[in-house]
C-alpha cells in the first residue's frame, strides 16, 4: 500500500454550516497535491483535519496505514507550514527550527547539527542565531519551511504557503518549493486559491467547491478536459455559451459552429472554447466553423493580446499571439472572423453552469 | 497644512496669512494652557504631598516653616505602623500570586475555549471593574460570617484575589487576543504537549502582560481599603492604619508615609514602562 | 504525556471556575437572599420578607443619600469629562512627537499608581479650616480669618472624586480618539468642512464610545465611593457606601445592609448594560 494519506467520507460541520461534505480521498506516497478552490471551499478545512488541528464530525483519516483521526496534532508525524508562518517571536530562528526535535528530547548537540543542517537546505544557514523580525518575508518562509520538514513528517501540508509574498518572491518560491520536493522527497500537501500557483507546482490538483471534491487530476488533464463548465472557468479562462444540437451543430451566441461527435454527450447544452485555442482572423476571410464579429476591446499583455468580439448576441475571448498575428494588433470596431476548430468545442454534461 | 497647497489658497493676501500664523500660534497657546491646567490640577496635590513631609511645623499650614527629617525618623521607630507594612506585603503579595494564578487561566480559557455558561462567567469575572469594592467586601463578609470562618488577612487575601481578577483577566486576554493562534498550533504541530506549549510558547509571549497585571493587582492590594474594610480581623494593612490615623488627626507623619509611597509608586511605574518598551521593542 | 483536549480543558477552567462560583456566585447569591432577612438585634434571623426594602422607599434619608450619591457621581463625572476630552485630543491629535505624547499619557495615568488614600487626604490638607489653601490665602491677604466652606460638603467631594476618578476618563477617551484614521479628517477637510464642523461630524462621533466607557468607569467608581466620604464629605457629604457600612457596622442591621448593597448592585449593571449597549449600537454604525 503507497498511500500516505486515505480520507474515508470526512465531514465536518459547524454548527449547521457544512464546511466539509464527504470528502474521501488518498494520496500517494511522495506525492504534490494540491487542493484548489475558492475561499470558503472547505480546503483549508480538511488540511486542518489532516494536520489534527480541526476534529470531522465524520469520517476517518489514515495516516500511513494509522487511524489517526482521534489523535490530537501533537501525536501526528505530520507538520504544516502554516499561512503567518507561525514563528515563534521569542525564539532565534535555530531555536525555533529545532523547537521540535528539544520537545522531543533529542540530546542538543544533534539538535543543533540537524537544525544547521536544515538551514543549510533552505540556504539560511547564517540566520542560525537571527530573531524572525530582522528576517524578510520570504527568509521567515524558509524558516518555517525548515523548521516544518527538520523532523521528516510523514506528510508536509502547506496552508497558501506564497499568499503573504508579494508577486516576485512568489514565482521564485513555487520554483524553489517544488524543487524541494523533489530533493527531500516527503509527501506535499497544499492548499491555494490560486490556479497559476496548483498548475505550476502539482503532481495532481483536487478542485473543491462546497466542501465536495470537484475534479481530481493531474494539471494538465483539469485544463484540457474540466469535467465542468465550473471548472473550465475556474482553471483558465472559457467562453462558456449554451446550445441545442442540430444535425451535429451548435449555435454560438446566433452563429453556427461545427463540432466533433466525442463531444457531444446526452443532454449536453453547454458548451465552450478557450481564448487561445481559437484564431482571430481579418473579417473577410473565410472558411469553415468562423464567428463574425466587431472587436469591442483589446487588452494587450505583451505576448499575448486578449481580444474581446462582440458578435450581437454575446461576446467571446480570443487570444492573440501578437509573434504570429496574422492581422497585426486589431483596433476596436474593426471587422473580424473568430475561427474555432470543432475539436476545440468542449462539451459538458447539462448541470450548474454558474 | 495640507490646505496650504489648495488652489484657493494660494492667492490668499498677505495679510490674512499673517492673521492664519496669527491664530495657529495662539491655538499653540491655547492647547498648550490646558494641558498645563490639568497636569497642575493633577500633580499639585501630590507635590504639596510630599513636601510637608518635610515640613518642621506639626500643622499643616502655609507657609512651610522649615526643612526636617524628624518624620521618617519617627516612621521608623512606629512599630505599629512597621507591622502594617508588613502586613500589607504579606496580603498584597499573596494576593497577587493567587489572583494570577487564577486569572491567567480564566483569560486562556476565555481566549481559547468554548464552553457553556462562557457568557455568564466572563460577566462575572469582569464585573468587580466597575463594581463597587464595598458590595464585593459584604458579600464575602457574610459568606465567611455563614461558613463560621474567623475574620483575619486570610480573607482579605481572598476577597482582594476575587476583585484583583477583573483586572489580571482584562489584561492577559487583551495579550492573548493579539497573539496569533496559529503560534500554539505551531508547536502543538511540532509535537509539543499542551504543558510544554504553554510554557515553552504562549507563556513567554504574554510574560510581559503577567508581569504587568501583577505590579497593578500588587499595587491595588496595596492600597486597598474598602474590601480590606470588612474582611480584617483584628490585623491592620497599612491603608486601614493610616486611614485610621487619619481620622485621629493629620499629622506629617502620614505625609512622610505618603512620600515613601510615592517614590515606591514611581520605582514600579518605571518597572512597568520599561516592560512596555520591552514588548514594544521585540516587535511583532 | 498528552491528555485528552476535553480533560485539558477542564484542568485549565476548573481553578478559575471553582474560584469564581465559591467566591462570587455564591455570595451574591447570598446577598440577595440576606436582603429578606430579618434584624432580631443584636443579630438577625433568616426569614423571607421585604421590610427592608420597605424601609429603603420609606424613610426618606435613604432615597435621599442615593439621589445625592447619583448626584455627586454624575456631577464627578460630567467635570471628569470637560476636563479629559480636551487633554486627550490634546494629546492624539495636536502632540506630534510619539514620545512627548506618551509621556503626557503616562503623566495623566501615574496618579493612579499613588495611593488612592493619600491622594484624597491630600485634599483635605489643603481644603481644611486649617489647612493650606486657607492658611495661603490668609497669609496673602485674600481672606481675613480662614474659611470653613471649602471642605466637608459635596463640592469638596465632587472636586475630589474628579481628581480621583479622571485618570480613568483620560484613558478610553484617548484611545477611542487616536483610533481615528488622520486621513477621515483631511478627507472631511478635504470636502470643505471646516475644523469645528469637522469636529462635530466626525471626531466627536467616533470617539464617543471612549466618552461613554470613561463615563461609565468614573460614574461607577464614584458612586461607589467609600472613603472620599469620610475624609472631606461630611454630613452631606455622605454616599451610599457609607450608610451600607454604617449598617454593617455601628447599627448592625446587615440585612438592610444587604438590601441597599443589592440596590447598588443593580444600579451598576443596569449602568454597564446600558454602556454596552450602546456601544454595540456604535458598532453597528460604524463598522
Known sequence: MTDIIRLDGVSKQFGTVTGVDNVSLSVRKGEFLTLLGPSGCGKSTLLRMIGGFEEPTAGRIWLDGEDVTDLPANRRAVNMLFQDYALFPHMSVGKNVGYGLRVAGVAKREVEAKVREVLDLVGLAD???????????????????ARAIVRHPKVLLLDEPLSALDANLREAMQVELRHLHQKVGLTFIMVTHDQTEALTMSDRVIVMRQGRIMQDGAPQSLYDLPGSPYIADFIGTTNLFTSRIENGQIACHGQALAIDAQAIRAGTQTFGFR??????LPGDASGANLLRGTVSEVFYHGSVARIVVNLGPGQVLVDLQISDAAIGLPKAGAQVAVEVAPHKIMGFAAEDAA | MSLAAAPSQVRTAPRARFSK???KLTDTWVWIGVATLILTFLYIPIVVLVAFSFNSSRSLSWPMTGLTL????????NDQLIAAVQNSVYVAVSATILTLLIGVPAALALDRLEFPGKGVFRKLVLLPIALPGIVTGISMLILFRLMGFGLSLETVIIG???ALLAVVVTQVFARLQRLPRSLDEASADLGASGWQTFFLVTLPNIRTAVIGAGILSFTLSFDEIPVTFFLTGRDNTLPMYIWSTMRRGLTPEINAVGALIVAASILLILISVLLQRERTGQGR | M???LRLRKVLMLSPPLIWVVLFMFVPYTILFVFSFWEQVYPTFAPAFQLGN???????????RTLLRTIKIA???SLFSLLLAYPYAYFLAHKVRHPALRQTLYMAVVAPLWVSYLLRAYTWKTILGTEGILNSFLVSTGILSEPSSIFLYNQTSMVLTLTYVFIPFMVMPIYAALEKIPRNLLEASADLGMGRTATFIKVTLPLSMSGVVAGFTMTFCLAFGDFIAAYLVGGPDGMMISNVIATQFGASLNWPLGSALALVMLLIVLAIISASDRFERMGKGTFA
Open chain 1, 127 to 145: 540566520k542560525f542565531a537571527a530573531a524572525p523580525n530582522q528576517l524578510s518575508g520570504g527568509q521567515r518562509q524558509r524558516v518555517a519551511l
Open chain 1, 275 to 280: 481564448p487561445e485555442k481559437a484564431r482571430l
Open chain 2, 21 to 23: 500664523r496669527i491664530r
Open chain 2, 70 to 77: 524628624d518624620w521618617y525618623r519617627k516612621l521608623a521607630e
Open chain 2, 160 to 162: 482582594h484575589a476575587t
Open chain 3, 2 to 4: 498528552t491528555l485528552p
Open chain 3, 53 to 63: 426594602y420597605h424601609t429603603l422607599i420609606s424613610d426618606p434619608q435613604y432615597l
Open chain 3, 74 to 76: 454624575a456631577l464627578v
